[in-house]
């Protein structure tokens, strides 16, 4: 039961290390109402991990999973009205470093089982009093720009010149059935983006026309958009070139509609454009915070106006399961959902009362269906082994019923790996594979595969039996005493040569084999690697640590998208200031610097010939409120954009920085 009005106020501070004192993580909570309280437990969550070992000054930590912890009064303590009780924790798993890092939810569990909800202000830096930054950094379009034309990400040659009056509009006049399948997919777009502005209408209401037609001698991707006094023709191999010469234009009408000063429409020339590399991707984390199908689409949409043709899609994690599976139904039913007394408690910002949500198959055809129509391929990720706590609430039948003791995931999650060595893991998965293979039709299904635990299997009979088959009796002597081993940072799970990556890689390699038998490419993240077990003909690696190691693995001969965390992952924040939202633990990166990172740098030339993109990931923990995903995500995906699609020596961030106020975002938030 939960009461209806908030009587209690949270804040909450940090306090940096200094010579004389120890970090400190405080939370002040203050009893509004007019009765005393005692016996209550305070519950929080956030990006924040406490440490189960922490020191607490005033009460105690009475439970802990992952980011949510419950923290209770010492005996006998009574809060009196108008009164305030302040617990202050040392020992986090790692510093906060900004705002969105500490409590973003908190509710009471009073002594007779009432939830009582808990208003809650972001957290403070001692000595840190700077605005906090929310929403997009819109870059102001200046009266005087480098290029007379706005487009990103810039054409490979543009070559116009004169000035045309801005027409109101494009009549488009698509000339065969991928010409016009194109119009209509570009029409589609800009009456969802820009609903008011009119890109497309007919000449009747003064629509410059523009011709459509597909022709020989382009890639894929490629097209030319040709100028001239009798209007504009735009010619591609495919419907997916002339879509995207059709954004091109869109973006040149928008930029010398709303900057006739700045702006052109030319009169004359050609633009000839097609993409640097072929991957040019963006995952989005669903599991951590879900977006509605609603959001999902108008997202995809501003992946097409920047001409992203990969969308990630992570449905599943230690935090949530997003995905209707048929054959599974409590995987939704239980692992969809996180709240007070539910098997997945509040994390990350969700409060006490039941949150979250999952992707039906209907909501799954229509985003693919989108997709298709906006040239993006959509690849669904299901993480395993590891990350699959969620996934073990709904089916616990999946863990060893002989398995004691605990291992800890970086995340703090306990036990959270699918088991290898246990028939049922792979009837379920099969199950579950075959359901989204159904679903959609890329043929590309990202297995993950990134942080198990040095520990994982440690209590499990019959992990160690199958250990000791394939290795021998000292492998599963060894890593028997693994057990209660707790990861404590991103990357610190090399497992190579452990009893964990032994029996992961017999997972992956009959993972991954039985996706190739139903004609399915796998992808995974970097960790797939392990035991180099997996068939690099019917594979990709996703290198999220360091550009190095991307390099080292595509000499080794897997195929690789290129996405490192310390660039790369848009949930770091901005910069190292405290006011920016966002994570810390692979450092920072702000438009300019992801702008300008050269994604092969020191590559050899075979390395690059594995090389298939680049790609941006949003992990989704900071993200508790839509402002914070504009802040962390727009510019920085237009800036990896670029880098997917221009050629390296035409890129120019003084350009980049005077169009990119032009480009929409997703929820225009403050």
């Known amino acids: 039961m939960m009461t209806s009005k908030s009587a209690f106020r949270l804040e909450t501070t940090w306090a940096p290390a200094t010579a004389s004192e120890k970090l400190a993580y405080s939370l002040t909570l203050t009893n509004l109402s007019s009765k005393a309280i005692e016996g209550f437990q305070l519950c929080v969550s956030g990006p924040a991990r406490i440490d189960p070992a922490v020191t607490v000054e005033g009460g105690r930590l009475a439970e802990r999973l992952s980011n949510h912890s419950e923290f209770a009064p010492t005996d006998g303590f009574v809060l009196e009205p108008n009164e305030a009780w302040t617990i202050t924790a040392h020992g986090l798993s790692y510093p906060l470093r900004h705002w969105t890092d500490g409590a973003t939810a908190a509710y009471l569990v009073l002594a007779d089982g009432i939830v009582a909800p808990v208003a809650l202000a972001p957290t403070k830096a001692i000595g840190d009093n700077a605005a906090l930054k929310r929403g997009a950094e819109i870059y102001p379009v200046p009266a005087q720009a480098p290029v007379p034309v706005s487009i990103i990400p810039w054409p490979r040659t543009v070559a116009v010149s004169g000035r045309r009056a801005v027409p109101p ?155 209707e599976i048929s054959a599974y139904p409590e995987l939704t039913k239980v692992g969809a959902w996180r709240g007070h007394g539910l098997p997945v408690p509040p994390l990350l910002g969700t409060g006490p009362e039941p949150s979250g949500g999952y992707y039906t198959k209907a909501a799954v055809r229509e985003v693919v269906q989108l997709a298709g129509q906006l040239g993006i391929e959509v690849v669904p990720e299901i993480d395993v082994p590891g990350h699959c706590y969620a996934m073990l609430q709904a089916i616990p039948a999946l863990r060893d019923p002989g398995e004691s003791g605990e291992y800890f995931s970086v995340q703090g999650f306990p036990n959270n790996c699918i088991n290898p060595a246990r028939p049922e893991t792979y009837h379920v998965l099969e199950k579950i594979l075959d359901e989204l293979i159904e679903l959609f039709p890329f043929k590309i299904i990202h297995i993950g595969a990134d942080e198990v635990p040095l520990g994982a299997w440690s209590g499990s009979p019959q992990a160690l039996a199958r250990l000791t088959e394939v290795g021998g009796e000292g492998l599963a002597a060894a890593h028997a005493k693994r057990l209660n081993v707790v990861t404590n940072t991103h990357g610190a799970d090399e497992i190579d040569g452990s009893g964990a990556a032994v029996l992961q890689a017999e997972f992956l390699k009959r993972i991954q084999s039985f996706l190739a038998s139903r004609g399915c490419i796998t992808g995974g993240w970097q960790e797939a690697a392990h035991g180099n077990v997996i068939d690099k003909q019917k594979s990709y690696l996703c290198g999220w640590r360091t550009v190095e190691a991307s390099a080292a693995l595509a000499g080794e001969g897997y195929a690789m998208v290129v996405c490192p965390g310390q660039v790369y992952y848009l949930d770091m924040a901005n910069s190292p200031a405290w006011s920016e939202p966002g994570a810390a633990w692979a450092g920072w990166s702000d438009p300019e610097k992801l702008y300008g990172f050269d994604p092969v740098e020191g590559w050899t030339d075979t390395q690059k010939t594995k090389l298939l993109g680049v790609q941006a990931c949003i992990w989704s923990e900071p993200m508790t409120d839509r402002a914070v995903f504009d802040r962390l995500v727009f510019p920085r995906i237009s800036a990896l954009a670029e880098t997917g699609w221009t050629q390296p020596e035409q890129k120019s961030w003084e350009r980049f920085k005077a169009l990119a106020g032009l480009m929409p975002v997703l929820y225009g938030a403050t």
């Open 169 to 323: 509009g494009l009549a488009l006049r698509p000339k065969g059935a991928a010409a016009a399948d194109a119009a209509d997919a570009f029409s589609t777009l800009v009456d969802s983006l820009f609903a008011v502005e009119g890109i497309v209408r007919n000449e009747a209401e003064g629509g410059l026309a523009v011709e459509l037609g597909i022709a020989d001698g382009f890639g894929p991707e490629a097209y030319a958009i040709r100028f001239s006094a009798d209007g504009v023709a735009v010619s591609a191999g495919t419907k997916t070139g002339l879509f995207y010469g059709l954004v091109t234009l869109g973006q040149i009408l928008r930029g010398a509609r709303s900057h006739s000063e700045t702006f052109l429409f030319p009169a004359e020339g050609e633009i000839r454009d097609e993409p640097a590399l072929d991957w040019r991707g963006t995952h989005l984390d669903v599991a951590r915070q879900f977006y509605a199908t609603a959001e999902i689409k108008t997202f995809l949409r501003i992946l097409a106006w920047n001409k992203l043709n990969r969308f990630h899609w992570h449905l599943s994690d230690d935090e949530a399961w997003r995905v």
